[in-house]
């Protein structure tokens, strides 16, 4: 794997929090990293385009004006359908529920978590 994703350019929180989720993101980000140089975009912006697609509304933190613009980089495009599909399937094998690419059928509503279907 390339810098982008090695331990070494994440501080210890980020490694951390991605430890706590699982061992298994790495091929999940690797597809994220193979995405984001084909198009010139940072992993922060695939990811927050990927939100975007899914008709969600994100909101990002930002520590610094780099931050910032970084994040402002994820509008005025979209991942294409195939983007998206290849993501969810890497998603799939990731062994964590209802957290980033993942999809799930529950929501947390203030109070605990409801469980929803489409019919």
């Known amino acids: 794997m390339d810098d982008s994703l090695s331990t070494s350019t994440k501080s210890a929180l980020e490694i951390k929090d991605l430890k706590t989720y699982t061992d298994d993101i790495g091929p999940l980000l ?7 140089k084909s198009r010139g975009k940072s992993l922060a912006q695939i990811a927050l385009n990927y939100v975007i697609c899914k ?5 990002p933190g930002a520590r610094s004006i ?13 991942l294409t359908d195939a ?7 890497k998603a799939d094998g990731v062994g964590f529920e209802g957290a980033g690419f993942k999809r ?6 203030g109070y605990g ?6 019919d």
């Open 83 to 89: 983007e998206i599909r290849i993501l969810e399937a």
């Open 30 to 36: 690797a597809e994220m990293d193979i995405i984001s």
């Open 113 to 118: 978590v409801e469980k929803w279907r489409l």
């Open 55 to 59: 008709g969600a509304v994100p909101i």
């Open 104 to 109: 799930t059928s529950e929501k947390f509503v």
């Open 66 to 78: 780099r931050q910032l613009k970084d994040n402002i980089g994820a509008m005025n495009w979209r």
